[in-house]
C-alpha cells in the first residue's frame, strides 16, 4: 500500500511521464541505416576484396577517413607510450582509454581499410581490471609502432570507474581486439571483444 | 566463420524486433536523465552496441541490457559535457550533473517539498528509487542494469523507500503509522 502510494507521489515529479508522446521517426530512420549498413559489415568474411562501405553502399576515399579518425582521436586525448619491462621479463606498453565525449552516433562507419591503416593493433585476454587500469595479455601482434610486449596496460581516463569500450564493459578472461592511435584505443567499433567475425576483420586488414 | 545468409536474416531479425521494443523504455529512461540533445546521441549509441552485441543479450533480456548500455553512454555523454564546461565555462542548461542525477527537464516548480526530499537522498538511492518509481523496474532489473547482485538493489531500493517515506512523513505528504514494503515485495 505505501508503496503504492510512494510511487504515485513520485510519479507526480516525473519528467517523461507515460502518457506524453514520444517521437520514433528519427530512431527508426537510425534503426534501418544501421541495419543496411550492418548487412555488409556482416559480409567481410566473404569478400575481402570490397571492404569499403557505408549506408547506401557508397565507397570511402580512405585517406579522408584516416585522417579523420586520426585528427579526432588527438585532438580528443593525451596519450601516453611507456615501454617497461621488469626484472622477469614481463614487458608493458601503457595505452590510454579515450575519454572521448564522441557519440558513436559520430563515428565513421567501420572499414578495414580504416582497420589495416591503425598503427597500433593486438588480440589478448583481459586479466585485471582495477579502478584504473585494464591489464591485457597480449597474444598475439597484429602490428605495432613500437616493440611488441607481453601485457597492454590500458589506463582509464581520470574519473571513470568502469573501463568500457563503445559502452560495454571489459571482462576479465574475455578475449579482445584492440587497435591504438597515438597511444589511445580506438573505440567507434574499432576495438571490442573478439567475435568471429571481428577476427575475420583484422586477419583481412593485418594478414593474420 | 562466415554466417549463412539465413543466420544473417534471422539475427536482423532479431535486432529489429528487440530495437523497436527497448525504443520506449529506454528513450524515457534517458530522456527523464538528460536532455533531449543528449538523449538522441545516447539511443543512436545504444542502438550500434545493441547490433554489435546482440549475440551475447539473452532471450527475454534485451530491455536490462539495453538499459545499462545507455545508462553508461549516458554517463559518458554527460561527462563530455562536464569537460567542455570546464574547458569553455558554458554548458546546455538543462544538463544534468551526471548520469544518476535526477533533475527534471520540465515541470520543475510542483511539488517543491517532494522535489526537496527526494533530493536528500544519497545518489545510489536516488537512482534506484527513481528506476523502480519512474521506470517501473523491478530489483532484479535495476541489479542487471547496476552490475549488482539483486539482493543489493533489493537492499538499496528497501532503504531508498524507507528513506524517503520518512521524511514525506514528516512533511505530511505520506500518512503517518505506515512503512514501506520490505525489499522482497520489490522483486
Redesign the interface.
Known sequence: ???E???Q????????P?DEL?D?L??RT??EN??NT??DT?TI??DTQSHAFEAGGRRHRTPLIIGGIAAALVAIAISTVVLTRDNNSVSTRSLSLA???????S?LPFDVNVLAAMPVAFAGTATEITQTTVTINVDHWFTTDTAETDLVAIALPA??T?A?L????FVVGDRYLVTATDGVVNGC?FS??A???FE?AFTSAFGG | MTPTVDALASRRDRYQQAAIAVHEPVFRFVRRRASAEVADDVMADMLLVLWRRLDDVTDGGELPYCLGVARRCLANQLRSGERRKRLFGRLSTNMPRDAFETQPTHGSDDYPELRQALAKLPRSEREVLTMWAWDHLEAREIAEILGITPNAAAIRLHRAKQRLGDELRRKNLLPTGQSTSGATETQ
Open positions: 500500500m505505501m508503496d502510494q510512494l510511487r507521489l513520485l510519479e507526480q515529479i516525473d519528467p517523461m507515460r514520444i520514433s528519427r530512431y537510425r534503426l544501421i541495419m550492418a548487412n556482416q568474411g566473404v575519454d572521448t565525449g564522441i557519440s558513436m552516433s563515428c574519473g571513470i568502469s568500457a563503445d559502452g560495454v564493459d567499433g571490442g571483444p567475435t568471429p567475425e575475420t
